[in-house]
């Protein structure tokens, strides 16, 4: 099993749109937790930490569930821009990083 | 301005022949890290450092070698290429492994 896997997608949605992805982890131990975005071939950009209790930054909400072991995202009132692969990055110790292979979001007008 | 440089962003050279792709930030951070990404497996780590003179092996190390003998530099050092190093490697940067990364422009590398 991987220890981080996410539904690689691609998930298409319509302008305005409400998509969520999920991401789960292998280590019950992991410590950190993170979603970043990467546009094609680009380096990955961090959108957001996720915190036990929940956490929103404007239209995206990040989750995490430790008896389940995955954290969420949520993005609300899709744009255009947000179209782009979503990274799930995981610290299973306090030194290593394992990041997912990615959702792909495609945001159609 | 804040950023990590990467250099060569574009490389093609043969099997065998020695290469090095330098990695520099200027954040003053401790945690330097060096990844491949190939489609359908994400973005694995191949080495990092937590500070000077410390490296350790990430998912991936072999093949590379890495050194850290300054906080802002952390070179990738391939000694003998293989078609199989074919990828595109990314650097970042960061203060712990907690905190958030600053990654490289990325560098495609393709071994013929």
């Known amino acids: 099993r991987k220890e981080v896997e996410q539904d690689p997608g691609p998930f298409n949605v319509p302008e305005g749109a409400t998509v969520a992805f999920n991401c789960t982890y292998s280590?019950?131990?992991?410590?950190?937790f993170f979603w970043y975005r990467q546009d094609c071939r680009k380096e990955p950009k961090l959108l957001m930490s996720v915190y036990s209790s929940g956490n929103e930054d404007g239209r995206f909400t990040a989750q995490l569930n430790r008896a389940s072991q995955y954290i969420s995202l949520l993005i609300r009132d899709s744009k255009l821009s947000d179209s782009a692969t979503y990274l799930c990055v995981v610290t299973p110790r306090g030194d290593k990083l394992i990041f997912g292979t990615g959702t792909r979001l495609q945001v159609f007008p | 301005e804040a950023q990590v440089t990467q250099n060569p962003r574009y490389l093609i050279t043969v099997t065998g022949k020695k290469l090095t792709v330098t990695c520099s930030q200027n954040?003053?951070?401790?945690?330097m890290s060096w990844y491949r990404q190939d489609p359908g497996l994400g973005l694995r780590q191949i080495y990092y450092?937590?500070?000077?003179?410390?490296?350790d092996k990430g998912d991936v190390p072999e093949g590379y070698k890495v050194s850290r003998k300054e906080k802002r530099n952390f070179p990738l050092i391939l000694e003998s290429p293989s078609p199989n190093q074919t990828s595109l490697y990314f650097c970042?940067?960061?203060?712990?492994?907690?905190?958030?990364?600053?990654f490289g422009p990325g560098t495609r590398l393709t071994v013929l």
């Open positions: 280590n019950s131990a992991s410590q950190s």
């Open positions: 450092s937590m500070n000077v003179e410390v490296t």
């Open positions: 954040m003053n951070h401790e945690y």
């Open positions: 970042a940067s960061s203060f712990s492994p907690g905190r958030t990364q600053y």
